[in-house]
């Protein structure tokens, strides 16, 4: 028992400590994440089309960013408890390994169809998912500094 000991946190909860949650740090991580993957994706496409791109990837984020919150509000249902309460009292950031793997296979699809005959479709899929990378990695790291919780 004691060389294979497991943490245990019995009878207690999660409690943010922090007061900035997760989702709400929502608008801020939507912006900077539209214009990192805009700027990176316009730049690999017709300088012409940049409205197209931006409207491509924003229809594409949204889908993806409303993806682990639909996971999650599935997850309280079945669980017979309020999402506003999970959210709150369960300890999960929603950007992660799993988060980027889900961008990555709504995203890439979507922008791709979109845009392939803009330019090499190499360069296209390398572009998107480099810049999904990016973009995943600096909201966690937001995520993480600025939400902080406890058991």
């Known amino acids: 028992m004691l060389l294979l000991s497991i943490k245990s946190y019995a009878n207690s909860s999660w409690v943010w400590i922090s007061e900035t949650r997760p989702y709400s740090?929502?608008?801020?991580?939507?912006?900077?994440?539209?214009?990192?993957?805009?700027?990176?994706?316009?730049?690999?496409?017709?300088?012409?089309?940049?409205?197209?791109?931006?409207?491509?990837?924003?229809?594409?984020?949204?889908?993806?960013?409303?993806?682990p919150y639909l996971i999650n509000f599935i997850s309280a249902y079945i669980e017979k408890i309020g999402f506003e309460y999970y959210v709150n009292h369960y300890p999960?950031?929603?950007?992660?390994?799993?988060?980027?793997?889900?961008?990555?296979?709504?995203?890439?699809?979507?922008?791709?169809?979109?845009?392939?005959?803009?330019?090499?479709?190499?360069?296209?899929?390398?572009?998107?998912?480099?810049?999904?990378?990016?973009?995943?990695c600096i909201v966690a790291i937001i995520e993480r500094v600025l939400c902080s919780g406890s058991w």
Do not use: M, R
């Open 92 to 136: 999960f950031y929603i950007v992660g390994i799993v988060y980027l793997c889900i961008t990555i296979f709504i995203e890439t699809p979507i922008i791709y169809v979109s845009l392939k005959k803009d330019c090499k479709k190499k360069k296209l899929i390398l572009t998107i998912i480099i810049s999904n990378i990016v973009t995943t």
């Open 25 to 67: 740090l929502l608008p801020i991580v939507i912006v900077v994440t539209l214009i990192i993957e805009t700027f990176a994706i316009g730049f690999a496409t017709s300088k012409k089309k940049q409205a197209k791109v931006f409207t491509i990837v924003a229809i594409a984020n949204l889908l993806s960013f409303l993806t």
